[in-house]
């Protein structure tokens, strides 16, 4: 078993991940009777793709010897309506000048994306779309 789920009431779950035991809450969305004030699950896929994608270019990246230090991606979910699902994923990846990469390592990089296992998982009718800034001036902090 990867993990279980638990309902707590008020559109909240607690997620634990079985074999670290670590937890994540969800909320449903405001725009569909939730508070907002944890992760929704279609907020969850949808960084998931960006953390996927984010852990197959470091592995890449580390047999490359860069460092991709305070590399970050934002993530952008695109929800539709009837039925009501995720319809599209922007991610904007932001290496900051400190990734010391040439022309070649960046291609590399940036080809990644397509290979994480949960980007070939998520279904071809949700439009995904990826760019990426390099020598970004300022990086997204993470919280």
């Not at 022309?103 to 590399?108: A, G, P, V, Y």
Request: hydrophobic share 35%; glycine share 4%; net charge negative.
């Amino acid at each position: 078993m990867t993990s279980s789920v638990v309902y707590e009431g008020n559109l909240r779950t607690v997620c634990t991940h079985q074999k670290s035991s670590n937890q994540i809450e969800t909320d449903a969305p405001p725009d569909n009777q939730g508070k907002g004030e944890r992760f929704s699950p279609s907020d969850l896929l949808a960084t998931s793709l960006g953390s996927c994608a984010m852990t197959i270019m470091g592995i890449k990246a580390r047999d490359m010897n860069v460092d991709l230090k305070d590399t970050s991606v934002e993530v952008e979910k695109i929800m539709k309506s009837e039925p009501r699902r995720v319809g599209g994923i922007n991610l904007t990846f932001r290496f900051p000048e400190s990734v010391a990469a040439d022309t070649k390592q960046r291609t590399i990089l940036e080809r990644c994306v397509h290979s994480c296992p949960v980007f070939h998982s998520i279904h071809p009718d949700i439009e995904l779309n990826v760019s990426f800034t390099w020598d970004a001036k300022e990086t997204i902090a993470a919280s």
